[in-house]
């Protein structure tokens, strides 16, 4: 016989038992080439023994041995001398009866160890969490930013942990995966032992590991063992990082120039209330320094683009918007007015204890539900089983948002004012220079700070605008509310309210604001 070396496959390390070497490995490769036809009938296939083909469930492991013998192949086990094939086993069906209870004893025994690891890595568990061990649980993978140092402890890689933060901040800033990945790879930083990619980051984000905890799920139980790692953030950070990577379409900004007010979802029309977006158009004459003309980067309201009910039409220039939020929040005087109050933690921590509360009702009725089905000696009603799947999926919404909502809270109470006027300042040239980086902060800011903006393209009042303004209504995120009046042509600004007082325009009503 020839040997095809071409199809001598190997699946070391690969799981017989969990079927990683079908899904992932060379067997998958085998049969997949068995059902294409590419390997002749009459051909071999040897084995060291049935339990190297198969560990899984009997019935599955036989489907397996089925397929190859059905396309015309022969199956030997090296380790007993068997042969398989159609005409063996039309001539003795019993070989078929052996194989079968080959497969049974090898997924016995691979059910069996697998049940005595996870006993062990249960007690283990037990063990950290009550203080009575301190051991390496080997289960699953360790991150990459650890190592096991001396005394069989983890310890930080120290250049590993530095691309790690450099990443966590720029994150922050509101930088995006690409933008962050090209500034690691640039400086000669990797944050996995792969490299640096996009979905990487947004895991290692969401890895409890970051605080030092490893979190495992054995048998459906989830277990949180804290302290097992050395710690990169401290809680509250890591609570903020979550709220941040919750609102993250939010942040990142998009094209050649991110938007400073747009692109939030906080910015709406003050005529229809739908939402307002920039348009830049980056094709036409641009002005020296290839920034294009303020009259190119417009504000467009939805509702009239879309004819789907603002009749109030024309769009306004994003400039002068910019500007002026800019200079507004430069001002320490402005900016503690907008943010005077309590962050709005009060009314977070009430929706908090509400959510708590919400999920406390929803699983005494999923225990009352089940306690009744147990207690029925005869079949349960579907209705019981159909109520405790609904009252399942919304306790797990309910879970959920009491967890976004400890991630604001915390993230809340860590920033007691969203951003003091000295970062706003810092930032008000780069922006008006177009600059990436310093726009991109400011988007965070904007973000941090208002829950709302309210453009009145043509003024508050259209029927009696004389100067031709732009008004503008700013929400911070606890409620204050201020109102802009401003220059269409310099960006300039005067408080709304003051010209309320004397007399020069009217204030929209809260009605008039959707």
Known sequence: MTLDDTLSLKDEGLSAYHQNHVKQGALGVFLLAVDEGRIPPGSVLIVEGLDRLSRAEPIQAQAQLAQIINAGITVVTASEGREYNRAGLKAQPMDLVYSLLVMIRSHEESDTKSKRVRAAIRRQCQGWINGSWRGIVRNGRDPQWTRIGEGNRFELVPERVTAIRLMIDMFRQGHGAVHIVRELTQRNLSITDAGNGAPHIYKIIRNRALIGERVLEV??????????????LTPNEFAELQHLAEHRGRRKGKGEIPGIVTGLRITYCGYCGTAVVGQNNMGRNRKENGHPQDGHRRLLCVGYSQNTGCRIGGTCSVVPIERAVM????????????????????????RLAQARQHAKDLETQITRITDAMLSDTEEAPLAFARKARELEAQLAAEQKLVETLQHELAASSRNATPAVAEAWAALVSGVEELDYDARTRARQLVADTFSRIVVFRKGFDLANNPDDSIDLQLIAKHGNTRMLHIDRRTGAWRAAEDLEVSGDIPLPTVSTVV
């Open 327 to 350: 200079n507004f929040c430069a001002d320490q005087m402005n900016l503690t007015r907008l943010l005077d109050g309590d962050n709005g933690s009060t009314a977070l921590a009430g």
């Open 219 to 232: 048998d459906g139980e989830t277990y949180c063992l804290e302290g097992y790692y050395p710690p990169v």
